[in-house]
């Protein structure tokens, strides 16, 4: 790992110390890895961890609960989402490789104070993701597996605790390891591929023809049964379908902690920062609460290409077609298997599927299916409880000097100390409502993140960076295409909330 010399620094009045935080540092930006064949598998990394959290709860959950109610001329919904998703993500790792930082640095380098967007961004991910629908909804599934049956509202008490242990499942896991996002990137690995592998064995064996053709279709909002465009139903519920579109990709938050992922796993300037290490299995790392930047010259801006390319690949390869994939397939087995029309959102919506193809195709048939979805679910809440844990960790470290201080400066504390807080207030919340309610609440959350993130990260690149890492045009107009598509389904939303009261 490069390391940066502390003494040379920017000046205090330099553009990104306005806002109270110290200024960048000057390092040598680290050169990128040159994989080859297989060796990709261990470079690429952060890209497969916001997938897997993008599968577990939009491709999952709301967007077979959205196309078996309303069809599948919805998954025009779910591309271009993807699509714009993954350009956000690309100028969020843009900001990381620039800096060392992650985005929610950034953002605490602008006005009116660093205070303020701690606070603000602090509020919003607790708002999106504190809480723990994931753990909620793979309980159904693992009651599914043990009872051979749907949970109903009388089984609420066993549900409940199944969603417990799976917190604590999670926070163990955690432990373990010597850099956790290592840790997060292998699980998900064997999360996607055994998931996608499963998804497509199930639809060339099941899915006919007519639907196959009607997902194609779908990403271009065509019907074929009725040889017309249709965008949005008539009468939807938007509180259903403005959560789809946010959780259609990784859905707010989680596209920012993105950029923590990419840190820790040392792309760009992330190399020098650090990272933050498992408690058991991990070493002491002495985490940087403040980034770096680099001189642009020749040399530098070879190995600045160098390191996109890696991007590229992440995103683009891994990130966008698997979500694509792991949009479509669910969405073909669903209005497969179970009747249109039908609202599959309650205590047993995890294991619809997998009660429904038990009908069809058999006993093991549906067992593997509710396989899938436990686990599935299962990793993506530990995907978001490290993710929450993670952000929280990194404000914290970057805002204050006596955190920094605490135990001998151990980021380690940190991180464990919120974790366990996290964990504590999941069990509670698992009280408060049904896990899909709390999942529509956090996914419409995700759609007002969006709006305010795609414009946030657009200042922050275009007025912090130096001009030669900045974005080109086309990828400024698709932030704010991007932060104009969910303001739409934004206000659709809130527009039927008014209407119902």
């Known amino acids: 790992m490069t390391t940066a010399n502390p003494e040379v620094s920017t000046p205090a009045a330099a553009p990104e110390a306005r806002s109270g935080l110290d200024p960048w540092r000057i390092a040598e930006l680290p050169a990128p890895p040159m994989p080859r064949g ?77 205070t303020f967007w701690a606070a603000l961004y602090a509020l919003l991910y607790f708002l999106q993701v504190g809480w723990p629908a994931w753990a909620g909804t793979a309980a159904g599934a693992v009651y599914f597996l043990a009872y051979r049956q749907l949970p109903t509202t009388a089984e609420r008490e066993i549900v409940y605790w199944i969603g417990v242990g799976g917190l604590l499942a999670c926070a163990g896991i955690l432990l373990i390891g010597r850099r956790i996002e290592r840790t997060l990137e292998i699980l998900n690995w064997v999360m996607v591929g055994f998931l996608l592998a499963g998804m497509l064995a199930f639809a060339l064996l099941y899915v006919s023809p007519a639907t196959w053709w009607a997902g194609v279709t779908g990403f271009f909002a065509w019907d074929p049964a009725t040889r017309r465009f249709l965008f949005l139903p008539e009468g939807a519920d938007f509180f259903l379908l403005a959560a789809f579109a946010a959780y259609s990709g990784a859905g707010g938050v989680a596209n920012l902690t993105l950029s923590n992922w990419v840190r820790d796993k040392g792309y760009g300037m992330g190399g020098v920062a650090g990272y933050i290490p498992a408690l058991v299995g991990g070493s002491r790392m002495n985490l940087a609460h403040t980034g770096f930047t680099f001189t642009p010259n020749a040399e530098s801006m070879s190995r600045w290409r160098g390191w996109w390319r890696i991007v590229r690949v992440d995103q683009w390869g891994i990130f966008f077609v698997g979500a694509l994939l792991g949009m479509a397939l669910p969405a073909l087995l669903y209005v497969s298997f179970i009747e249109p029309g039908v609202d599959i959102r309650g205590p047993g919506a995890a294991a619809a599927l997998a009660g429904a193809v038990e009908l069809r195709a058999g006993a093991f048939a549906g067992l593997l299916i509710a396989v899938m979805g436990a686990w599935i679910l299962f990793k993506s809440q530990l995907d978001i409880i490290d993710g929450m844990t993670r952000a929280i960790t990194d404000i914290l470290w970057t805002g204050s000097r006596r955190i920094r201080a605490w135990r001998g400066g151990d980021v380690r504390v940190v991180y464990y100390g919120v974790l366990i807080c996290g964990v504590a207030w ?58 104009a598509f969910y303001g739409a389904f934004v206000i659709l939303w809130l527009n039927s909330l008014i209407g119902t009261l």
């Open 38 to 114: 297989l060796a990709w598998m261990g470079v690429v990394g952060p890209g497969v961890i916001v997938l897997g959290v993008s599968i577990g709860s939009g491709e999952f959950l709301l967007g077979p609960a959205a196309f078996v109610r309303y069809g599948l001329t919805l998954l025009w919904v779910a591309g271009v989402a993807v699509l714009l998703q993954t350009i956000l993500n690309t100028e969020l790792v843009r900001y990381t490789m620039a800096t060392g930082e992650p985005a929610f640095t950034g953002f605490m380098r602008t006005r009116p104070n660093s």
């Open 426 to 483: 999941g069990a509670i919340a698992l009280r408060l409502a049904q896990p899909f309610v709390l999942l529509q609440l956090g996914a419409n959350m995700a759609g007002i993140i969006l709006v305010i993130a795609s414009l946030h990260i657009l200042y922050v690149n275009t007025r912090l960076l130096p001009p030669a890492l900045r974005p080109p045009l086309w990828r400024r107009l698709a932030l704010v295409a991007n932060a």
